[in-house]
């Protein structure tokens, strides 16, 4: 059974914004996006490199005309990235799983906020 440990004030994780803490042995990066909050170890499953520490980017997407020609590249700002520091791996901000290959995930926690307060299940 998992224990909910206290992380911050909900107004201490604006939107875009990940705080990465200590809870008992566990390095954790908690992740507000689109409201919501995101709990990942802060342990990358490809050499184990600070993943929670990386840039969020928007998926980049090709933009393709009627004819099937290129047009251009444009930002997808609702599939936002996690881009381990170490290598570059990316991995979806909401579901942890690698953007290639989703067998590979990083190890995710549930967030509880209620009353003002963010509270991870660990
Ligand atoms: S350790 Fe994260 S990409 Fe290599």
Redesign the pocket.
């Known amino acids: 059974m998992s224990e909910q440990v206290l992380v911050c004030r909900s107004d201490e994780l604006k939107e875009g914004a990940v705080r990465v803490c200590t809870i008992g042995d566990v390095e954790v990066g908690i992740f507000r996006h689109n409201g919501g909050c995101h709990a990942y170890k802060n342990v990358?499953?490809?050499?184990?490199?600070?993943?929670c520490e990386?840039v969020r980017m928007p998926q980049v997407e090709d933009v393709i005309d009627e004819n099937g020609l290129f047009v251009c590249q444009k930002f997808n700002e609702d599939d936002v990235h996690i881009v381990?520091?170490?290598?570059?791996?990316e991995f979806h901000i909401e579901s942890g799983e690698h953007v290639i290959d989703p067998k590979v995930k990083l190890k995710k926690y549930d967030v509880v906020e209620r009353e003002g307060q963010i509270y991870v299940a660990i």
């Open positions: 990358c499953p490809h050499q184990g490199g600070p993943v990386g381990c520091p170490w290598h570059g791996y």
